[in-house]
């Protein structure tokens, strides 16, 4: 009997109880896509792979992905449950975007921050494939409209973390609907956009009890009153964004800050020797905790 060993192969190691599980979901997707190129092996191999993958992050890939390659990347995957397709602006539209959403009814996390050439379809879709959703950023797609938001809301209430910054066409009535039907949520973000005031951040505060971080900056309708009821209502909040918020003033955060919230505006009189001492060189002592 021969003892020279002898030389395997890594496609020789099972497939779906080694190489997928094990080995392969430890490399960068770049690497992955660049292993086809090897052999028609490896190529059914990354396929395989492809079809079962859990998480797909366009950050990746460096290179910016042409249309048909992100279709023919996830055409066969219907177990998706992580989804950042983040400022895929250049190239992503709904004709892209749908196939994926509709045939994967898992996803619980989709990232489309600055994705500005998808419509409302894409929401509505979203809403209907999507009813375990948890997480959802739609930061800066002002495509997003209240129509679209009330789709989202009557199809996702598990939702726990939104992101709607710079979504511009929402007022304080789409906020307010959404806050009512998913009162689970933790994470909401409405920064810049004029449009948010008082009643969506008073009905946010009175509708989700367990909310931890709320951005607010640059909402210039938002003022102090709005504040005390966000104290009042939301004990587990940890942090409150109010940054440009011209009409919201420490005797409304000195409550929050009271609590241990984290905020993203110093104390008056902490910004005042901040300043001066921009403009002199040095502050005066002074003793903040009188």
């Not at 494939?129 to 679209?148: E, F, G, I, K």
């Not at 919201?248 to 929050?256: D, G, N, Q, R, T």
């Not at 921009?278 to 002074?286: L, S, Y």
Request: proline content about 4%.
């Amino acid at each position: 009997m021969s003892l020279t060993p002898t030389k395997g192969c890594l496609l020789d190691l099972p497939w779906e109880d080694v190489l997928l599980p094990h080995i392969l979901c430890h490399l960068p997707l770049q690497q992955l896509l660049s292993l086809q190129r090897v052999s028609k092996s490896f190529q059914s191999l990354i396929q395989l792979y492809l079809a079962n993958m859990r998480c797909f992050d366009s950050n990746q890939i460096r290179a910016a992905i042409p249309r048909a390659a992100f279709v023919n990347l996830l055409k066969d995957n219907k177990v998706l449950q992580q989804l950042a397709l983040q400022n895929c602006s250049g190239w992503l539209t709904d004709c892209e975007l749908l196939p994926v959403i509709e045939q994967n009814h898992h996803l619980h996390q989709i990232q489309l921050k600055g994705c500005v050439q998808l419509s409302r379809h894409a929401l509505v879709t979203i809403s209907l494939s999507c009813p375990n959703l948890r997480q959802l950023s739609l930061a800066q797609c002002d495509w997003v409209d209240s129509l679209a938001l009330r789709s989202l809301a009557d199809h996702c209430k598990a939702l726990e973390a939104v992101d709607l910054t710079a979504c511009r066409q929402l007022k304080d009535e789409a906020i307010c609907y959404l806050v009512q039907k998913c009162s689970r949520l933790k994470s909401l973000s409405l920064a810049v956009n004029a449009n948010v005031g008082d009643v969506a951040v008073e009905e946010t505060a009175k509708c989700c009890p367990e909310l931890e971080h709320l951005d607010l900056t640059g909402c210039l309708r938002v003022k102090n009153d709005s504040i005390r009821v966000l104290a009042e209502y939301c004990p587990k909040l940890r942090s409150l964004k109010v940054k440009h918020c011209h009409n919201v003033a420490e005797s409304s955060l000195s409550i929050l800050r009271s609590r241990g919230v984290e905020l993203d505006v110093e104390p008056p009189l902490r910004r005042a020797l901040i300043l001066l001492e921009d403009v002199v060189g040095f502050a005066p002592f002074i003793n903040l905790q009188i």
